[in-house]
Structure formats: C-alpha cells, structure tokens
Antibody, heavy 124, light 110 residues
Framework: QLQLQESGPGLVKPSETLSLTCTVS??????????WGWIRQPPGKGLEWIGS???????YYNPSLKSRVTRSVDTSKNQFSLQLSSVTAADTAVYFC????????????????WGQGTLVTVSS | QSVLTQPPSVSAARGQTVTISCSGS????????VSWYQQLPGTAPKLLIY???KRPSGIPDRFSGSQSGTSATLGITGLQTGDEADYSC???????????FGTGTKVTVL
C-alpha cells in the first residue's frame, strides 16, 4: 500500500528557506505513470497547489510561487523534496505531499494519495 | 482568492442528501476534469471523486459527482455523522497553468 510521509523542521525564521522531504513507501518515485506533488493549507484556510515533479526532472509550479520554489527527486532514497525560499509569515501552513495523476493529460489531474501533512510555522 | 467557488457550509439531517456546488469557468471546469476531496478534522485530504464522476476503490457509492458546463456538483446520500468534514473541488486551470482548489465546504450532520 502506497504511503507518503513528510519530514522537516516545524519552525523556520523569516527570510530563510523552508526545506521538506517526502518519503515514499509501497511505490516508487521512478514510476512513469505519476507526478509527485506538494500542496499546502494555511491554518483555517483552503488548499493551495505548490507544484509537481516527474522523476525524469520535469517540474510544474504554481506561478505565484515559482520564483521561490525548488523541487527535486532522490531516486536512491525514494524521496522527493521541496525548498521554498525567502519565507514570510504568509508561508505558515500545513504542507502535504501527494502522488499526482496527470502525466498523460492535464485535463485529468488529481491527487490520489496524500501524506499526513506537517505544520511549518514561520516565525522569529 | 480561489477561482473555484463553493458554498462555505451545507447541512442536513442524518440519512438525508446534500449537494455541494463548485463554480468555475471555461478555463478550468469547462474544459478539464474535476476531482473532489474529503478532509476530516485534523487529517489529510482524501480523494473522493476524480474525472468528474469516478470513485476510487473503497469509496462508497453514496458519494457521486457530476459536471455541467462550468460547474460541478458533489452529492452525498444517506448522510452519516462520519461524513462531517470539509469538502474541496479541484481541477487544472489552462489559463493560469496551475491546479486550483475550491474554497471548501463544511458539511454538518444535524
């Protein structure tokens, strides 16, 4: 059974870089059929897609965050990661990683497996 | 500010039916498939419906989805207390080149 688990610091200082890792078990990040994505949810608010990555290196970002986001895949550890630079209090959120259907067409694009999420607070 | 609009809340008695609307535009719902997610309190979202009306394995047929024009609807029949959760729609927006989620709807079972 596919499982995803986020890990990383729960507290990040303003202007610094937020770094999170998602470890995949029960499946492989090298699967040709899926992207791997990040979604966040500020406290009490709705979901926001951050971006998705394909194991071969193709990446797709939310334009509103694109300039601050870096993503990568570590096939040896079956992990993928997210880095968000120059964070502010507005980046405080629960961050989820997920498996993404949509390799063949953006028209059919959805998140079929999610990690439990990790709260990241931006504060000095 | 989400481009997909949902009612903030809906409620119904146990055993009754609720519907949740998701209103968008031609660049999103009008031309791409919609998915729906259930988020129980304090937990991660769970995929309920994909490609407008398909249910993943394990999702009961009490949950259904439909799409017409630039709107989509999630229906829940035989409402149970365990259905109390936040529900969000989502789809790709071809103009924004981004995946967009709805504003979210809280379902309350009376």
């Amino acid at each position: 059974q596919l499982q995803l688990q986020e890990s990383g610091p729960g507290l990040v200082k303003p202007s610094e870089t937020l770094s999170l890792t998602c470890t995949v078990s029960g499946g492989s990040v090298t699967s040709r059929s899926y992207y791997w994505g990040w979604i966040r949810q500020p406290p009490g608010k709705g979901l926001e897609w951050i971006g998705s990555i394909y194991y071969g290196g193709s990446t797709y970002y939310n334009p509103s965050l694109k300039s601050r986001v870096t993503r990568s895949v570590d096939t040896s550890k079956n992990q993928f990661s997210l880095q968000l630079s120059s964070v502010t209090a507005a980046d405080t959120a629960v961050y989820f990683c997920a498996r993404v259907e949509g390799v063949y067409s953006y028209s059919s694009y959805y998140f079929d497996h999610w990690g439990q999420g990790t709260l990241v607070t931006v504060s000095s | 500010q989400s481009v997909l609009t949902q009612p903030p809340s809906v409620s119904a008695a146990r055993g009754q039916t609720v519907t949740i609307s998701c209103s968008g535009s031609s660049s999103n719902i009008g031309n791409n498939y919609v998915s729906w997610y259930q988020q129980l309190p304090g937990t991660a979202p769970k995929l309920l419906i994909y490609d407008n009306n398909k249910r993943p394995s394990g999702i009961p047929d009490r949950f259904s989805g439909s799409q017409s024009g630039t709107s989509a609807t999630l229906g829940i029949t035989g409402l149970q207390t365990g259905d109390e959760a936040d529900y969000s729609c989502g789809t790709w927006d071809s103009s924004l080149s981004t995946y967009v989620f709805g504003t979210g709807t809280k379902v309350t079972v009376l």
